[in-house]
């Protein structure tokens, strides 16, 4: 949902700034590509980081770039699951890390996936 999300927001060449805080908060046991604060990177390769490597880092970054705060981006995520049919879905951040809050079932995820 990270990637449609930021895919229908921005643009591939848009260029993205990592903050720290993207880049520290990305979980116990988070997967990571090495992303230092500050880095710039275009939203094509952070999508490749995103959906190839897992990388936590890219969908925090992702998230604040692509709106104000990771919360509003997070908004979106949940409400286009909404539009998508996927009822049983809720977000809580945009990286997938656990939270028990954070859910989904195997028919939600093929209605995104479609």
């Keep these: 949902m990270t ?7 921005s643009s591939l ?3 993205m ?3 720290q805080a993207a880049v520290y908060d990305i979980g116990k046991d988070g997967m990571n590509i090495g992303i230092m604060p500050g880095e710039v990177l275009s939203l094509e390769q952070l999508l490749y980081a995103l959906l190839i ?24 995520m949940n409400k286009r699951a909404q539009e998508l049919g996927a ?7 945009a990286n997938g890390m656990h939270d028990n809050n954070h859910y989904t ?3 939600d995820m093929a209605l995104i996936a479609k």
Excluded: G, W, Y
């Design 3 to 9: 990637a449609i999300v930021a895919l229908e927001n």
């Design 13 to 15: 060449n848009t260029m």
């Design 17 to 19: 700034t990592a903050s």
């Design 53 to 76: 490597v897992s990388a936590n880092e890219a969908a925090n970054i992702i998230a604040e770039n692509v709106c104000d705060t990771r919360q509003e981006f997070i908004d979106l």
């Design 87 to 93: 009822k049983n879905t809720h977000f809580v951040n």
């Design 105 to 107: 079932t195997a028919k």
